[in-house]
Each structure stands twice: as C-alpha cells, then as structure tokens.
C-alpha cells in the first residue's frame, strides 16, 4: 500500500470520529490531537471541512481548531511565532510539524541548504539534520532526494504535497492556465518550424534534382561535341588518304 493509500485511510477514520453525531467538545479536541500526532497523516483539510470541527470556533477550546490549521499549511517556525496562542505540543507532534515544514520547504526549492535547514527544524548540527532527513523523511517516503555533504544541501527529487493553502488553489489554475497557453505556442511554433524544415527539404531536393539534370545536360553536349570532333578528324583522314591515291 502506498503513501497516498495510506493517507486516504487515516483520513476516511479521522472524519468519521470527527462526524460523530453530539460529539463533545473534548472529544472532537481529542480526535485534533490524535490526528496531529499520527505519524502517517500529512493531510488534515477533509477534517478541517468536517462541520463539528469548525464549530469550536469561538469557543474556548478554538484554539485547537487553530493547532489543526497550523498543521494543515503552517510550519515549525510559524507555531513558534504563535506558541502562546496555541496549545503545547507533544513531543509526537513536534515530530511531526518539522515533517511538515520539510514537506514546505521542499514544495519551493529544489536545493535545501544545510543553514535553512537546521535554522527552520531547530536543528544544531549536521548529523542530527541527516539523521532526520534520512530516517523520518527519506524512510518516511514522504521527501525522496540525495543529501550533498560537499555542497552542505538537501536536493529534493520528490516530495509529497501539502494541503493546499487558502487561495492556493486559484494561483495553481492561473499558473496551469499560463503554462497552457505557452504549450501551446510553443506546439504552433514547433509546427511551423517542422513545415519550414518540409519546405527546405523539398526545395534541396527540387535543387539536388536541377542540379544533377544540368550536369546531365553538361554530360550531353560533351559527348556530342566529342563526337563531331571525332567526325572532323574520320573526314579528314579519309580526306588525306584520298589525295595521297
């Protein structure tokens, strides 16, 4: 089964728990903590859409509404920013907020350097920084890509996606679009030049053509010329011999 398999059963249990009908408070904040430490879920927006989750807002327990949130788009570094206004994290899900914002930062860049990274995981040394590139990324199979020690980077191969930020989703369909309409220039203008690239082929074969029938006709009148020429010398000699009689 495959990541995304996966995901998509983590997902199906979560909401389901989440849509409990009269759920309490204190179990819907039960199942934001369960998903947010569960260490094969990356994705957490069908539970934000669920309608017993949004209810918290405004309530005193909204703050965890914001923690599932911060899970869906934020990173390590941003809940730091907004620690005070959000419950504490348990260790499992300190774990997996610096997955997340790997998962972030491999979503903008190809090339990772060492410094970005351990300044925002809240690493302090290149091993521990390998450590977790390797055994709770790489293993993971949520990030694929080789570590460049020389270089001290990270180059990003593959990644899994993130839930899609508010607002994400129209600049993807503009870029789509863009990208679209570029491909499609491009295939006219490539279609142009294949027809150009026909017309010159043709062209050199018409002048190929021309060519070989000038050389033809070159060949021609030089095989006649020597033929008359060699008619005037029998003439002559035939000539020569008669006055010789």
Not at 14 to 33: D, M, T, Y
Not at 165 to 185: A, E, V, Y
Request: aromatic share 6%; with cysteine.
């Amino acid at each position: 089964m495959d990541i995304g398999e996966k995901q998509a059963e983590h997902i199906e249990h979560f909401v389901k728990q989440a849509s409990i009908i009269n759920a309490s408070a204190s179990c819907l904040v039960n199942v934001i903590v369960e998903a947010t430490s569960h260490p094969s879920l990356f994705a957490f927006t069908e539970i934000l859409s669920v309608p017993n989750i949004s209810q918290l807002q405004g309530t005193e327990d909204s703050r965890y509404l914001d923690l599932l949130q911060m899970f869906a788009h934020g990173t390590w570094s941003q809940y730091n920013s907004n620690a005070s206004k959000l419950p504490q994290l348990t260790p499992d899900q300190v774990f997996k907020l610096k997955q997340l914002t790997m998962l972030t930062l491999a979503e903008t860049n190809k090339v990772l350097p060492y410094d970005v990274l351990m300044r925002e995981l809240d690493v302090v040394n290149v091993r521990e920084l390998e450590d977790f590139l390797i055994n709770e990324c790489m293993y993971a199979g949520i990030v694929r890509g080789k570590l460049n020690q020389q270089k001290r980077s990270f180059e990003v191969q593959f990644a899994v996606g993130r839930d899609l930020r508010p607002g994400q989703l129209g600049n993807m369909i503009h870029t789509l679009s863009d990208w679209l309409g570029t491909s499609d220039s491009l295939l006219i203008t490539i279609q142009e030049k294949i027809k150009w690239a026909d017309s010159m082929s043709e062209l050199d074969k018409k002048h190929k053509q021309e060519n070989i029938e000038m050389l033809e006709e070159v060949k021609n009148k030089l095989s006649l010329k020597k033929l008359s020429n060699m008619s005037r010398v029998t003439w002559t000699s035939v000539g020569m011999l008669n006055l010789m009689e």
